[in-house]
Structures are given as structure tokens and as C-alpha cells.
């Protein structure tokens, strides 16, 4: 019985294991770059992004106040004092110290409430709330002293690594400009190919010319060839016409590596469409081309934005074309990709910065995608059923 059409499989639950484990690999990667891009860099290099949620043990260094700033030290009978509250010196939310030291050699040389003995009799206690007191014989100069802590701090979320990246000029100026040049590289990578192959696609589903069947078998061959094979010859070739690196290189690359899938794609769609239609429409009289911009592409839609879809994410996310044919010393051409492996390179550390950054390029891409996806599955099965 479980052969019969309509009847439901028992495989069934499989299927369905399968469809949410997908769903999940493709989810939490980008759920944990969006909750890194909201965390502090200590909490980053501290836990991961799934225990955002929980308190966790930090070491922080902190500087207690410095002793030339004024108001800051006062005297209490034969001593200099300096008092205040290390986690409010530092900007961050209040914790729980459970030990700290002088010395970056001994963060844990003392435990909370602790006095230490300093230089020229200086004393210092700190406190498992943050709470300092910093005392001296004589009037204290100079930079304040450091605190190496041990600390569980609260969860944390912050905006700062946004407006580092979106509005510090340092940062802001460069992705904004990557941002545009992207948009300038996958705008027209996505319309030429989309163009150019529904054309052809139609020819090849539509019209009976010699070499169709060869033209059909070398644009399924095309598929499988790696576009690295033709990154150097394709490069030298623009050299000696004279189009270089640049914007126009890139389009016509991009252009060319996706006009297989494009042209294989749409034409087994368009193959589908009933018949009757088009044999209609040439009994009254429509032309080719008439026929082609009145019915084959309002039909078409579904697959032409499926391929938008892949073309638009492909060239979006490319870095190894974008580094072969946009290779500019000055950043004006430098895309977002380019631009996230600079920063990975001066700010390998600032994770948090790096988070953002990714998050703000895939941002694009996933807009796309949501908006479209209802065509991505009617243009893909397009063709396989008669």
C-alpha cells in the first residue's frame, strides 16, 4: 500500500528530519553572527555566542582612576586616598570579582576584599563588587594603577560595534563605499546573463535551426567547467582588447561564467509551457519576438527569478573574481568581500568589528532572498515534469 499514489510514505518522518536538520545548519551560523555582532569583544573571546543568554567569567584589566586628575584623590588624616568602583571606571555593567592581582604575571594573587602592599607604601583593596581603595603616605602622581580581575560578568549587548562600523568614519567611509561598489559590480552581473540567456533560452526551446542539439549539449558541458580554469586566460584576454580590470571586466566575467546555468535553466521552463499557446499565437500572426515579450516572459517569471536569486547571491558574495579583475590599490573598486578579508587582516583580533561587518554584507542577500523565495521552487522543478 505504500506504493500507491496519494498514500503517505513511511519514510515520511525521515524527510521531514532531514528538511528541519538543513534548515538549522543553514540558521545557526547566521544567528551567531547576528548575536556576536552585539556582543563586547570580551565576551567573544570568552564564551560563544549560544551562552549570550548566561553570566560568564571574564579577565579584564581595569585601570583605576589616575591621581593627577582632580578631585580624584583626597586626604584622610595622614593618608592620600583614591575610592571608586572599577567596572563604572570602565564603562561596563556590574560583575563579581573573585580574585585579582597587580601583575600580569599573577592575575590571581589575591582574592576579593584582599588588601595587596605596593610601592612606597601604597595599599590597595578591591572588592568583589569592583569597589577600590587606593591608599598612600604621601600625595600619589602619575598614571593610575592597573587591576588584572577575574570577574562573572551579566549579559551584555551593545550597539557600539554598529556605530563603529556604520558611523565611525574610519570604518563607515570604507564600508559604505564597498557597499556601492558591490551594488555597482551585482546589479548589472544579474540583469546582463538574465537578458542574454532568456533570448537564448527561447531560441533553443522555441525555434528549429541547424545545431540546436550541439549548441544544447555544449551549454550542459559548460556547466561543469570550473571557472578557475578560465580566471588567467579570460584576464588576459580583456588585457589585449584593451577593457583591463575594472567594472566592465567584471560584468562581462560574471556575465559569462553564469549564462550556462541561465541558459539551461530558463529553457527548461520555457520547453514546459504548453504548446498550444505559442501555435496560437502564431496562427494570428505574432511574431517571434512579439511572442517572446507578450507570453514567454510574463510566463517565465518564476524561473527568471530563481536565476536572479542565484546570480544576485553568487556575484554578491564573490571574492575570487572580484580579487582577479577589480584589483585597486586606492579602494575605489574594492567590494565587500574585499573589504571584510582587509579588515580580518588589520583587526584580526576585534572579532566583534569583523561579526558586524559580515552581518551588514549578508544583510542584502538575505533581503533578496526572503523576497523571492516563493519563485525559487517553482523555477527549479520547472521542466522536470511533462
Not at 538549522?24 to 544567528?31: A, H, I, M, Q, Y
Not at 547576528?34 to 585601570?63: H, Y
Not at 583605576?64 to 572599577?86: H, S
Not at 612606597?120 to 602619575?142: F, H, I, K, S
Amino acid at each position: 500500500m505504500d506504493n500507491i499514489a496519494g498514500s503517505k510514505s513511511s519514510l515520511q518522518w525521515a524527510v521531514q528530519l532531514s528538511v528541519i536538520a538543513l534548515v538549522l545548519l543553514w540558521l545557526f551560523p547566521t544567528v551567531g553572527l547576528l548575536v556576536s555582532s552585539f556582543r563586547t569583544a570580551d565576551q567573544i573571546a570568552t564564551s560563544g555566542w549560544w551562552k549570550a543568554m548566561f553570566p560568564s567569567e571574564q579577565n579584564l584589566v581595569i585601570r583605576a582612576a589616575d591621581p593627577d586628575d582632580e578631585g580624584v584623590q583626597v586626604q584622610q588624616g595622614d593618608l592620600w586616598v583614591i575610592e571608586g568602583n572599577l567596572f563604572a571606571l570602565d564603562g561596563r555593567s556590574q560583575g563579581e570579582i573573585s580574585v585579582w592581582g597587580t601583575s600580569s604575571r599573577e592575575i590571581d594573587a589575591y582574592a576579593a576584599g584582599e588588601t595587596a602592599e605596593l610601592k612606597d607604601g601604597q595599599q590597595l583593596t578591591v572588592e568583589a563588587n569592583g569597589d577600590y581603595r587606593l591608599t598612600a603616605p604621601e600625595q600619589m602622581t602619575g598614571r593610575g594603577q592597573r587591576v588584572f580581575l577575574t570577574a562573572v560578568a551579566p549579559p551584555e549587548f551593545t550597539l557600539d560595534n554598529y556605530h563603529s562600523m556604520l558611523l565611525d568614519p574610519n570604518n563607515s567611509e570604507g564600508m559604505a563605499k564597498a557597499f556601492f561598489n558591490t551594488l555597482t559590480v551585482t546589479i548589472p552581473a544579474t540583469v546582463i546573463p538574465i537578458l542574454i540567456a532568456a533570448f537564448a533560452a527561447y531560441a533553443l526551446a522555441w525555434m528549429d535551426f541547424p545545431g540546436r542539439a550541439i549548441l544544447i549539449a555544449i551549454v550542459v558541458g559548460l556547466l561543469v567547467v570550473p571557472l578557475q580554469l578560465a580566471l588567467i586566460p579570460l584576464l588576459k584576454f580583456h588585457n589585449n582588447i584593451g577593457i583591463g580590470k575594472g567594472y566592465l571586466g567584471v560584468w562581462l566575467a560574471h556575465t559569462g561564467f553564469g549564462l550556462p546555468l541561465a541558459i539551461y535553466l530558463l529553457r527548461n521552463y520555457m520547453a514546459g509551457l504548453p504548446r498550444d499557446i505559442i501555435e496560437n499565437a502564431k496562427v494570428d500572426g505574432a511574431s517571434d519576438f512579439q511572442i517572446f515579450t507578450r507570453i514567454i516572459l510574463p510566463l517565465s517569471f518564476p524561473a527568471l527569478a530563481s536565476f536572479a536569486i542565484f546570480q544576485f547571491l553568487w556575484t554578491w558574495n564573490d571574492l575570487l573574481v572580484a580579487k582577479v579583475f577589480l584589483i585597486d590599490a586606492s579602494g575605489e573598486t574594492t567590494v565587500m568581500t574585499n573589504k571584510i578579508v582587509e579588515l580580518l587582516g588589520t583587526r584580526g583580533g576585534n572579532w566583534e568589528i569583523l561579526a558586524t561587518a559580515a552581518f551588514v554584507s549578508i544583510a542584502m542577500p538575505l533581503l533578496v532572498f526572503f523576497a523571492m523565495q516563493r519563485y525559487l521552487v517553482r523555477g527549479l522543478l520547472a521542466g522536470s515534469v511533462k
